[in-house]
């Protein structure tokens, strides 16, 4: 059984950063794309940014330069992470991460609250 775990979420005073991690375990198949959504007060779920396996990484255009998204060394690790720089109240949100295996089958973490105050 897949799991995924994140952490680092956590409250922020607006410019601040905030660095999320998402670890994988129970993975049999192979490792297709990950990465994260969020979903703040009242809005629906949303992409964040993504990473494939062959390391292509897109963004939300209101993170772009902010938020950088990247995986372990370690593959054996599974384990990816979100940097979020110059967070703003905008970023409030609780944030999921979320992993494909190569059978397309989509997982999900139980989401990181993240709070950014002004």
């Known amino acids: 059984q897949v799991q995924l775990v994140e952490s680092g979420g956590g409250l922020v005073q607006a410019g601040g950063s905030l660095r999320l991690s998402c670890a994988a375990s129970?993975?049999?198949?192979?490792?297709?794309?990950r990465g994260w959504y969020r979903q703040g007060p009242g809005n629906q779920r949303e992409f964040v940014a993504g990473i494939t396996a062959s390391d292509y990484t897109d963004y939300i255009d209101s993170v772009k330069g902010r938020f950088t998204i990247s995986r372990d060394s370690d593959s054996a690790k599974n384990t990816i992470y979100l940097q979020m720089n110059s967070l703003n109240p905008e970023d409030t949100g609780v944030y999921y991460c979320?992993?494909?295996?190569?059978?397309?089958?989509?997982?999900w973490g139980q989401g990181t609250q993240v709070t950014v105050s002004s």
């Open positions: 129970g993975v049999g198949a192979g490792v297709g794309s």
């Open positions: 979320y992993l494909d295996n190569s059978y397309q089958i989509r997982y």
